[in-house]
């Protein structure tokens, strides 16, 4: 248990403390749109698509089943 001490300290005590803290932040910009005159114009494009094919013949992967429970193959009985 602690007792009250009436001494008088001169010089206050700094204690560092780190500090964690999570400051959610939200940003709701506002779209400013300006006309302007309308504009015809051509533009040359060249796309080139890009195309996955799958392979005609396919496997599915091996699925590999421990045996007796500690990976090793059980011996033959004679």
Request: overall charge negative.
């Amino acid at each position: 248990m602690s007792t009250y001490n009436p001494e008088y300290y001169p010089n206050a005590c700094e204690f560092t403390v780190p500090i964690k803290l999570n400051v959610p932040i939200f940003i709701e910009p506002t779209v400013a749109i300006k006309a302007v005159e309308p504009v015809t114009e051509k533009v040359r494009v060249h796309l080139e698509p890009d195309i996955y094919l799958r392979p005609e013949v396919a496997a599915a992967a091996p699925v590999c089943i421990p045996q007796n429970g500690y990976n090793k193959p059980q011996l033959p009985y004679s």
